[in-house]
């Protein structure tokens, strides 16, 4: 089971980004799919999450309304929109997937991929 994370990069402070994490080797029915980021000298922290039918969507509160996560289940493919980035959004950034939203929203995962950097300049 591979998630593969890309689209991560520079951006100025006010940009946007859009990452994509590809699925391969199983799908992701019944399972919720989310994004994760770590910056230097933090703890890896949740930002969002998506049910696999796209019906629930769950954000960490420092990212509500700036980023929209969706996924394209025909496709296995989970993104993140991120709008209005600030400096505080730098971080490597990381897909997951879990059955539960309680072990998400706790940090926690039974599928990772590798991480995509992104980097907000002010």
């Known amino acids: 089971v591979q998630l593969q994370a890309c689209g991560g990069g520079l951006v100025q402070a006010g940009g946007s980004l859009r990452l994509t994490c590809a699925a391969s080797?199983?799908?992701?029915?019944?399972?919720?799919m989310g994004w994760f980021r770590q910056a230097p000298g933090r703890e890896r922290e949740f930002v969002a999450a998506i049910w696999w039918s796209g019906s629930g969507t769950y954000y960490a509160d420092s990212v509500e309304g700036r980023f929209t996560i969706s996924r394209d289940n025909a496709k296995n493919t989970l993104y993140l929109h991120m709008n209005s980035l600030k400096p505080e959004d730098t971080a490597v950034y990381y897909c997951a997937a879990d059955r539960r939203i309680t072990r998400m929203t706790g940090h926690r995962a039974d599928f990772w991929g590798q991480g995509t950097q992104v980097t907000v300049s002010s």
């Open positions: 080797g199983r799908t992701f029915v019944g399972y919720y």
